[in-house]
């Protein structure tokens, strides 16, 4: 479907941040900047909230890091200096573009992220913002992707979990290339109304914690030796 060019809906106010508003670090991702429609959107509304004066740290991980070589270090410290961590990414083969993984698994490191004496991320809050290309009748047992959408994420509530972070409910949206203009306006200013009134969500107390997961020393990830292979 070509996109239309209905004048979006007003916008309504948003909420305006004060000195004590909570500190937000949103890492997006997309192999294919120039042709993303959603991620690039919300990249943009991001900005613009943090223009306005939002706590808001962006992170453009395919620009920042072209030859995939992450600054760990450089990354746990804008991870530390955040409540709430947003991942925003397409859905790629049911998981995240390939150099967000990298980023967990490089920046995400035992004794800092998990296991014993990883606590860097506790009480900190996970909020995974997707898009898929698929219609959401398609994620559905009688649909071509055999299940509902849920069932993709445990991968992210499970990191949240392991890294005592609480996993906030995820902002998808669904047939991304085909929604029409006002429905992929009011999305973007449903993003943009959440970053600039987080904490403050009707639903926040209802949310459970993260469960406790603690990880026996006998899982400790083996340090890698040059020359030899790892695990």
């Known amino acids: 479907m070509t996109t239309t060019t209905t004048t979006p809906p007003a916008r309504q106010s948003q909420p305006l941040p004060t000195q004590d508003s909570a500190r937000i670090y ?50 746990r410290a804008r991870v530390e200096a955040a409540d709430l961590l947003v991942l925003v990414h397409p859905i790629q083969w049911y998981s995240m573009p390939a150099l ?24 900190k809050d996970l909020w995974l913002v997707a898009s898929t290309g698929a219609a959401e009748d398609s994620y559905h047992p009688q649909g ?52 600039a009134s987080y904490p403050d969500w009707p639903e926040m107390d209802e949310i459970d914690t993260c469960p406790t997961c603690e990880v026996p020393a006998r899982d400790r990830p083996m340090p890698v030796v040059a020359g030899t292979p790892a695990d």
């Open 144 to 195: 071509y992707n055999r299940y509902f959408f849920d069932a993709f994420l445990p991968p992210y509530e499970q990191t949240a979990a392991l890294c005592g972070m609480r996993f906030l409910p995820p902002l998808v949206l669904h047939g991304a290339r085909s929604t029409d203009h006002e429905s992929f306006e009011a999305h973007a200013d449903t993003f943009a109304r959440r970053l």
């Open 26 to 75: 949103l890492i997006a991702a997309h192999p294919h900047w120039r042709e993303s429609r959603v991620t690039r959107r919300m990249v943009d509304a991001a900005r613009d909230a943090a223009t306005a004066g939002a706590r808001i740290d962006v992170n453009d991980l395919y620009g920042t890091y072209p030859d995939y070589a992450i600054d760990a270090d450089a990354e």
């Open 100 to 123: 967000q993984k990298l980023w967990l698994d490089e920046v995400l490191a035992y004794g800092w992220a998990y296991g014993e004496g990883g606590t860097a991320l506790r009480g």
